[in-house]
Structures are given as structure tokens and as C-alpha cells.
């Protein structure tokens, strides 16, 4: 979609009459809207580079919302960025500055009236500047109380953010200029000038989405104030029918039916809902899996976080506001092509949105949480207003010669041949150290799938059979190698991929491949899966490889032997345990208890106590049941709960925490809950926490994360943390009593892990088992799928590891001023 940013062609901002303005300063006391007032510095700065001795100056606030950091990231503005505090001071000492703009009138104007006009005043005729004010609504009253004073001037234009708001505009100004009132009618409202600025920028490097999913992320962003809507009547809404349909929404009840947390057997993926503000909001115990709060997000996370949503829930709920204000959220939405949900009046008011890939519209009588719920069944045709095949555009075929030429033409490394129906075809150079390798097209749409799902694409080919390739890990290395030359995965394609995305969920979204790999989404697979390929303790988790088994890359050099694994996990645990001080006769809690393995060793070597929390019922059942074997029922117990419901009595009961790879899936907004509940569970004194994570290096981590393989197919919503996040969200939550007192990344331990599942999984996995537990494996094309999941997992998963684009981190805390509580 091409937006104009200044809605007229002729510059009316810097040509008027016979004056051309070229000294320019942009100014904002006032934070929050800071994308509307870069967008126009962005524009303003292309359009000054064509005028000789021009400037541009902005000022504002060099620490709201990350303001330096956001202006140097994105690159769309290059000039001058100063404090506001020196703006009043820059305007009396440079007569040549032409034109002021305002970054909202609303306040901007209301703080810096009498300055401003005291300026203007005392300036000669031909040194006179123009004043213009960045408008939002008409509702406040600073426009008649100092406009006026700007309009008698003749000094003032207004720039509201949309064709309505200038009608609602022009409208009160003309029953203003009727009026009977001296004061209101020789003001000259009249006359003022109206143009419009919809603020859009060219946001580089957006994330990648998946153009054949369903519908699980929205957002509401602005402030909480619950005068724009009933965020509590919405609340009520959505726990009404999450009760009438759980599975629908991704989710099923505990016991209590009070609380619901993520299904990730159900057929689609829990839905969450972000709330982007401030102010306070309590969200209800029934919502707390699926709505998160996000405060004070900087502008870089804030587009990350809104680029990465299905569609966009408007801040207000009220038709009324958006006729006669204006959203900076609805041009947010349509520059980073996230669907708005909106009514056909509010449609009607935002021109600019009136393409039916940017809108989703809903009858007005229809609840938004009705809405979303269909959205998500795929039954848009209650509501929709769409006419797809009046688009004329044809997704079908993309085939080897686009594909080729726009991201397979771009290998430097390595060789690369694609055989295929029409012929053989070759890419790269072939040498003799070169990586080649082989991919054969089984089915062609893997064209569309790479197209327009890059990675995530080329995963569902492989496991769907829809490629052959003899060396997986060859073609992770290839990727990866060229990945920065993949013009596919630029920004530009990815717009694209957006905007065909609801014609490729038409072609794809409903098939039976489709409906295979919705199969094998699901994360909380058979213990018999598991017993598969983990060693006798079933630690899902990295193991530590000692020098007994040839380090970490003894099955490659001296091969695998029997019994390996079982001595690296050994390792591991003992490790772990080692590091959380634990001696006879000490209390242990654990979050993530897996099959029991590190909580069982702990009470059988070290004499302790251990209450470990799952949230898996199979899980729980074979732990307890290897616990009774071990004769240890009365000192490990396996709880099934959810960490934030731990029981009053668990309040400083404990000498030490431990929590293998289970924080990835507590997700960033959650750390300080989380921290906080590990804070309260520990003793003051002589107490020790340690976590184990797989992380992101901090150069590659966000506190959000788009969609790919692994959140999709393998670890369904989770969020690795940095190593640094984790020590900041500690202190910040337990108020700085715990100490840092180790650091240890085990990254290089986990690809060798990684392979020895591999191998151990297509050594002993038997279809007829895993038949018996989800009978849709009994079909030979279903089984062939799943298992090609996991081999997929192992080769991506060891590559993120080996490449360092994935770190594997162990983390020790002990209480603030604590000595060593024994040797072990």
C-alpha cells in the first residue's frame, strides 16, 4: 500500500505564496507519540535534501521510550537530534528558523504557548516563522484557547493524522467563525490551513510470519485508562467463552475450572493477547496463560512486539473516537502490515486502511471477542467483508525459476544442486572442501512454501516429504552460510509474503499436509516418545561430556559407545545438584520436574527432600511411579501445578531451587513472578538458586520472538532469555538478596546431545507403539511426518548451537552475605 505521509503533493508545509521555508525544527515535550513526529521528521529530512541550505532540527526527550536508540537503529533519520530543554533557547538564537512543528498541539502548544508566541512577536516581519501543530482530536480545549492567538496571526496550520480529523477540523471551525461571540468569530478559524500527515515509517527488518497461521496473537495497545474501553468487561467476555469452548481458544481447564492454561494437543494454538500501555490493569486468575501486560517497551521492542501479531484489537472501543480523533496505532498497524480489526464506520473514517489486507471488519453488533474466536475457526464468511477473488492476484505457481532467482542465485558458499521435475539445476561453486549438496522436489509446493515462509517453509517441506536431501545437516550449514546474501529473507519479501498471506492460507491452510503437521504441533508427546531417545534418567536436557566419553565431540571422532548418554546426564546432575550446595536433611524445590530423574538422585545420594512442580499429567505419572520404585515416595513429591499457585507453607521452606530448561517457557513478562515466587519459597539465609536455560546471545535477544520452527512445531510460545536478562529480572524481583556467584554456558555440550538423540530415536522409535497412544500414526504418510519432525529438530536445533546463534547457560545464585553451606 502506498501511503503518502504528507498528504499533499505540493509541500504545503515549505512553499506557501512566494515564501519557501527551509529551516526547519521539529519539537515534542511529550514522549508517547514519538512515532508520529519522527515519521515526519523521516519525511520532512527526503524532502529539505532537495532544497539548497536547508536544516533540520528535532528535540525531545533523548531518553523517553529509548529515543536515541530508536533514531540510530532505524536509520530513517540522519539529522541533529537535540535535548527540548534546548529548543526555546535555539529558536531565540537563530532568526533564520522558518517553520516549528509541534509534535502534538494538544500538548505541546498548551507548554510552550507563551514562549513561543513571545518569539513571534518580538521577530521583524520577514524573520516571522510558521507554527505548525501535529493534531490528534479536536476534543481539547488548547486548541481554542491558543489558537486563536496563532490564527489571528495568521501563523498557524494544523496537520491532523487523517482526512476525518481535518473534516471534524474544518467543521468547528466554520460553526466557530458563525459564531456570535467577538472572541470566537474575528479569531479567524476560518482560514486556518489543514493539511494531513498519516505517520508511517519504512520500519527495516521485520520479523518473519508464518502466512498459513492461525490467528493467536493480538493486541490492544494504549494507555489502560478504562475509559477508552471496558478492558474488565472484555475480560469477562473471553472467560465466558473459555468456559463455553477451552480447545477453541488453545487452552483447557484445571481441576478447580477457575484456571486454564495452553493445550497444545488442541488442534489450534493457545491464543494470547498483549496489552501494550501503562496504567494499572488486574488481570484475571482465569486469563493469566493468555494475556500479558507489556509496560515501557522501547520503540524497538515495540515494533517487534506489534510487527509480530496477527491482527491489531483497536484501544477503543468506542465507534465515536476514531470519526473524530485520530489512532497512531491504525498507520502502526498498516506500515508494519498487521490486520486491524475494525468496525465499518471506523473503516469508513480511515480511508487509508480501506484495502482488505490491512482491515478485518466486523458488524458493530459483534463482540470482539466473537469476532477473534472466528477468526481464529477459519469461519470468516459471518463477517468478513471480503471479496478475495476480485484481488486478480495469483499465488500459484511460484516456481524453481522465482525461488531461484531471488534467494537460491544468492549462494556464495557451498554448492548447491535442486533436482526437479523440469530439470537439474545448479547453484554456488563446486570445489573440493565446498559443502555440496543434494535437494530433490518430490512435490512443487515447496516453491511456495520456501517463497513465502523462508526457514519455516523449508522445515514443513521436509517434514511433509515434499523434498528429499541426502545431507540434513549439510543444508543447515548452507542456509546459514548464506544467509546474510538471502534476498528472501529481506524485508521487502517479507512485506510481500504479508500482504499474499491470506491467499496462500487459502491455497495451504486447510489441506491435508496442513492438517499433518497441525498433528505434530503438539509438545507434551507419549512418555514412550521420550523413553525413545533420552538416557535411563530421561533428562530432556543438555548433557555435560567428560573426557570419558571423548568429549564433546567424541561420537564423531571415536564414535558413539553404549551407555555414553547415561554417564553425560549422570554428569549433569551431580553437577547441578553440586552447585545448589545440598546437604542431608535439606528441603529442594524444583520447577520443571520432567520424568523425575534429577529429583529422584538428589534425595537418593544427597539424603534430601523434594517437592518438584509439572504441569504434564504424563509426566507426573511415570515420575511417581520410578519414585515408588526407588523406595523414595516419602521424601520426592511431584506436584502438578502451576509455579504461581505454590502453597503458603512452601514460604521460606527451602534450602535450594533448581529449574533445568524450563524458564523458556515462562516468557519475559513473566521473570519478575516468577523470581519473586523463588524469592519467597527460599530461606533468608544459606539458601542457593540455580537455573538452567537454553538462551540467546545478548546481540540476538528481544523480549519478543517472531514465529519458527522450534516456537511452532517444538516449543509452542516459549522465549528464550539472555544470560543478562535473567541476572537483571533476579535482582529486580527478589529486591537484590540474591548474589550472582557462577556463570557457566554449556552450548558446546548440547550438539552432541542433540545427536545422540538422533540416533537413539531412529534406532529404538516403533510406529506400532506410538500407534497405540495416537492411533493417526497408525497411517504409514502420518508416521513418516512425525518422525521427520524430530529428525528436523535434532539437525536445526544442533546447528543453532554450533553456530553460537543459540547459548545454553547455568546460572548460580546464593542469598546475599551467604558463606558455603558444606562440601559436597
Known sequence: MNITPLGLDDRPLLIEGTVKRKHVAIASV????????????????????????????????????????????????????????????????????????????????????????????????????????????????????????????????????????????????????????????????????????????????????????????????????????????????????????????????????????????????????????????????????????????????????????????????????????????????????????????????YKYIDDDRTVVTRPSAMREVQALKLLRSGNSSQFLEREQASHGISLLPINELVVATHAMGAIKHGYLCIEEANGVHYYGTKTKTANCVHIRVVNDAFWSRVFLAGDLGFSEAYMLGDIEVDNLTGVMHLWLDNQSEMVLLSSKFGRICSLLSGLYNAAFGQTRSQARLNVVASYDQSNELFQAFLSKEMMYSCALWGPEEGGVDGDLTAGPSAGDLEAAQHRKIHHVLSKARICPGHRVLEFGSGWGGLAIEAARTYGCEVDSLTLSVEQKALADARIIAAGLEGRVRIHLMDYRDIPAEFSHAFDAFISIEMLEHVGSQHYKEYFKLVDFALKPKNATMVISSSTFPESRYTGYQAQDFMRKYMWPNSCLPSATTLVQAVNSATGGRFTLEGVENHAAHYPRTLRTWDRRLGANLQQDLMASKNPALADASEYAVFKRKWEYFFAYAGEGFMRGYITCHMLTFIRADDHPICSN
Open 30 to 349: 511529550f514522549g508517547f507519540h514519538f512515532d508520529v513526529y519522527m515519521a515526519l521528521a523521516w519525511t520532512m529530512e527526503r524532502v529539505l535534501a532537495k532544497v539548497p541550505d536547508s536544516e533540520l532540527q528535532v528535540f525531545a526527550h533523548p531518553f523517553y521510550y529509548g529515543f536515541q536508540s530508536v533514531v540510530d537503529s532505524l536509520g530513517l533519520y540522519h539529522g541533529p537530534r537535540n535535548d527540548i530543554e534546548d529548543f526555546i533557547p535555539y529558536l531565540r538564537n537563530n532568526p533564520t528558523l522558518d517553520l516549528v512543528v509541534l509534535g502534538t498541539c494538544e500538548v505541546d502548544l498548551r507548554e510552550m504557548h507563551s514562549e513561543l508566541l513571545a518569539e513571534w512577536d518580538t521577530r521583524s516581519d520577514h524573520q516571522k516563522f510558521q507554527l505548525v501543530c501535529i493534531a490528534h482530536n479536536i476534543a481539547d480545549t488548547a486548541w481554542q484557547d491558543h489558537i486563536a492567538d496563532w490564527s489571528r496571526r495568521g501563523a498557524i496550520r494544523l496537520l491532523p493524522l487523517g482526512e476525518h480529523v481535518k473534516g471534524a477540523f474544518r467543521t468547528k471551525f466554520d460553526a466557530l467563525a458563525d459564531s456570535t461571540e467577538p472572541l470566537l468569530y474575528t479569531a479567524a478559524y476560518e482560514h486556518i490551513p489543514i493539511d494531513v500527515h498519516i505517520p508511517v515509517l519504512d520500519v527495516p527488518n521485520l520479523p518473519e510470519k508464518d502466512p498459513r497461521r492461525t490467528l493467536a496473537k493480538a493486541v490492544i495497545q494504549g494507555s489502560f485508562d478504562t475509559s477508552r474501553r471496558d478492558y474488565y468487561r472484555f475480560f469477562d467476555e473471553m472467560i465466558q467463552s473459555l468456559h463455553e469452548d477451552p480447545r477453541g481458544w488453545g487452552y483447557h481447564a484445571l481441576d478447580d475450572r477457575v484456571s486454564f492454561i495452553p493445550d497444545y494437543r488442541a488442534d489450534v494454538p493457545p491464543f494470547e493477547l498483549a496489552l501494550v500501555g501503562s496504567g494499572s490493569l488486574e488481570i484475571p486468575i482465569e486469563l493469566a496463560y493468555m494475556v500479558s501486560i507489556y509496560r515501557g517497551l522501547d520503540y524497538l521492542d515495540f515494533y517487534k512486539l506489534i510487527a509480530g501479531m496477527d491482527i491489531v484489537v483497536p484501544a477503543f472501543a468506542d465507534n465515536g473516537y476514531y470519526e473524530n480523533q485520530a489512532s497512531s496505532t491504525v498507520a502502526l498497524a498498516v506500515e508494519l502490515n498487521v490486520p486491524i480489526l475494525a468496525t465499518r464506520r471506523m473503516r469508513k473514517a
